[in-house]
């Protein structure tokens, strides 16, 4: 019996992440290895199962956001290395050391209070690995400024309790037709690079690669890429979409089934506000999907699903558990599998053509969909795992 009792599910094709690794293994140089990012719970799809199947096709390190979910990963058993690419307060040092997770750094003084934090408990074996963050044009995270990266550097080199394994920076602007930015920031981190190797020291692993300087810079390797979007199969931008240097399996797909379907002898109004007036044979079904399972209230009035290969337009609002979509074939019947991002027959509904409706990017589309959503595991179009997230036990 299936562990949860609704008519609305993801599918996530393990198979497309595999394919994904892969291409990018094929694409990137050979030396160059794959952080596989499934910080936002692997954006939405499962950070647990995703990085299993990154690490089972080649991928061999981990990113996430921040230190609880790099924990997730730890207690799920995976024994990777996981660097957590924000900011972790000095509070949670000793934490993700006992887990052993890398974390980032780019204040001297943060270091010296991570080394005397660790130094103070009790003498574990080995040190805590510590990626060096250069901002080199982001303007978020990371030391700006040559003197300010030696200053860094000379702290985590004189740290006890704190190991050097990484250094890297993040593009702003590597989806984008001009590449004046991105190669303005390469060409920084290059300086950087420089500037410590001219002082003598061995440089740890090297990478500043997201998705999208993967795919345009792949000589940009060094010695790792950091994969997000791409490992999900999205493209990292309309731009790179278009341009096809690489080929993608989108991972997810969002379905639900029919739970009511009327069709107007006389014209109705449908949802909160009757901001849609349903005209005489008209059908309008009513999906059990709704804003509070990250299918966006944006969607009123504009969103599409697809029913039988063919789209159908979501008519009034969407409110918090339900939907109205217009079938104009007549045809729909309770129980009928409707698909909301994915593909249906020949008909696809992209989580692209999705973001484009909600005015948003293809990243924030699955990042949305929350724990209410029992996620699905297909390998070779088999479930192989169902995980629901909210009745514990
Ligand atoms: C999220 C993130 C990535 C992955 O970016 P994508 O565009 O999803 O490939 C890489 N590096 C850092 C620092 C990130 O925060």
Redesign the pocket.
Known sequence: MKPYCRDTWVEVNLDAISANVRTFRAHTPKQTGIMA?V?ADGYGHGSVQVAREAIAAGADTL?V?MLDEAIVLRKAGITEPVLV?GYTPLDSVEKAHRWDVELTAYQADWIREADRLLLQSENPAKPLGIHLKADTGMGRIGVREIPELLEVTEALAAAKRLAWTGIFT?FACADEPDTSHVKAQHERFQEMLAALREIGYQLPLVHCC???AAIVFPEWGYDTI?????LYGLY?SPYLKERQDIQLVPALSLKTRIAHVKTAAEPFTVSYGATYTAQPGEQVATLPIGYADGFSRAFSNRGIVLHNGMRAPVVGRVCMDQTMVRIDQGNARVGDEVVLYGKQGTEEFSLDEAAAILGTIN?EVPCMLNARVPRIYLRNYECVEICQGIVKG
């Open positions: 990012v910080k990113g956001a690419l993040h997201n998705s999208a950091r994969l997000g979007i791409s990292p990243y």
